[in-house]
T-cell receptor, first 114, second 120 residues
Framework: AQSVTQPDIHITVSEGASLELRCNYS??????LFWYVQSPGQGLQLLLK??????LVQGIKGFEAEFKRSQSSFNLRKPSVHWSDAAEYFC????????????FGPGTSLSVIP | GAVVSQHPSRVICKSGTSVKIECRSL??????MFWYRQFPKQSLMLMAT?????????EQGVEKDKFLINHASLTLSTLTVTSAHPEDSSFYIC????????????????FGPGTRLTVL
C-alpha cells in the first residue's frame, strides 16, 4: 500500500540552527517525491521535488532533500533556520501517470525559537 | 505559469444549504483535478479525482451524493457540498494537473490556495 510517514509530529529549533525533517515512504513503483510547506490558513507551497537523477535536490528558501532508495527516505534539510520557516511541512509521494494520486504524510509542525 | 485559483476563499453558510466551490487552472489546461479536505492541524485527505468530461472517482468513505464534483471544462472543476452540516466545516483544497508535455514525463500537480468552509 502507498503511504508516507513523518515520524516527528512537532519539532522546535532555535533560529540559526540546522534542521532535518524526516520522511519515509512506501510505494510500489518508482516514486515521485515532494516537500510542501503550509503556513496557517494558507494553501500549499512546493519546496522541492524529486523525479529522477541526482538524489540530492535543491529547493526554494535554502531547503534541500536527499532521496535514499535503500532507506525509502526523502529527508528535508536546511543548514540555518529562519524564524519565517515556522510552518507545517508535508512530505508527499506520487506516481508517474496522469491518474496517479499524490499521497501526503501527516505533516511536521516546525516552531522556531528566537 | 501554472496558477490554480479557488473561489471563494472563505464561505460561511447555514446548516442545510448547499455550497459550491470553484477550482480554476488559469494558464493551463487541466485534464485531471483533485479535491482534498484538511481538518485543523491534520494532513490533506484526498476526496476525489475528477477528469474532464467524465465522472469523478471518489475515495473510500467519501459520500458521492454529498460532495458533487463536476469537471465540465479543461480549466474548471466545481465541488458542491450539498445539505451542509457543521461537521462539513473544513479547509478544501483543489489541485490541477495538466497533460504530459512529453511521453513518459511527469505532469505535476499545482495546488489552489484553499477554501475555508464554515457551516453554522
Amino acid at each position: 500500500a502507498q503511504s508516507v510517514t513523518q515520524p516527528d509530529i512537532h519539532i522546535t529549533v532555535s533560529e540559526g540552527a540546522s534542521l532535518e525533517l524526516r520522511c519515509n515512504y512506501s510505494y510500489g513503483a518508482t516514486p515521485y517525491l515532494f516537500w510542501y510547506v503550509q503556513s496557517p490558513g494558507q494553501g500549499l507551497q512546493l519546496l522541492l521535488k524529486y523525479f529522477s537523477g541526482d538524489t540530492l535536490v535543491q529547493g526554494i528558501k535554502g531547503f534541500e532533500a536527499e532521496f535514499k532508495r535503500s532507506q525509502s527516505s526523502f529527508n528535508l534539510r536546511k543548514p540555518s533556520v529562519h524564524w519565517s520557516d515556522a510552518a507545517e511541512y508535508f512530505c508527499a509521494v506520487g506516481g508517474k501517470t496522469s491518474y496517479d494520486k499524490v499521497i501526503f504524510g501527516p505533516g511536521t509542525s516546525l516552531s522556531v525559537i528566537p | 505559469g501554472a496558477v490554480v485559483s479557488q473561489h471563494p476563499s472563505r464561505v460561511i453558510c447555514k446548516s442545510g444549504t448547499s455550497v459550491k466551490i470553484e477550482c480554476r487552472s488559469l494558464d493551463f489546461q487541466a485534464t485531471t483535478m483533485f479535491w482534498y479536505r484538511q481538518f485543523p492541524k491534520q494532513s490533506l485527505m484526498l476526496m476525489a479525482t475528477s477528469n474532464e468530461g467524465s465522472k469523478a472517482t471518489y475515495e473510500q468513505g467519501v459520500e458521492k451524493d454529498k460532495f458533487l464534483i463536476n469537471h465540465a471544462s479543461l480549466t474548471l472543476s466545481t465541488l458542491t457540498v450539498t445539505s451542509a452540516h457543521p461537521e462539513d466545516s473544513s479547509f478544501y483544497i483543489c489541485s490541477a494537473r495538466g497533460p504530459s508535455r512529453d511521453r513518459g514525463a511527469y505532469n505535476e500537480q499545482f495546488f489552489g490556495p484553499g477554501t475555508r468552509l464554515t457551516v453554522l
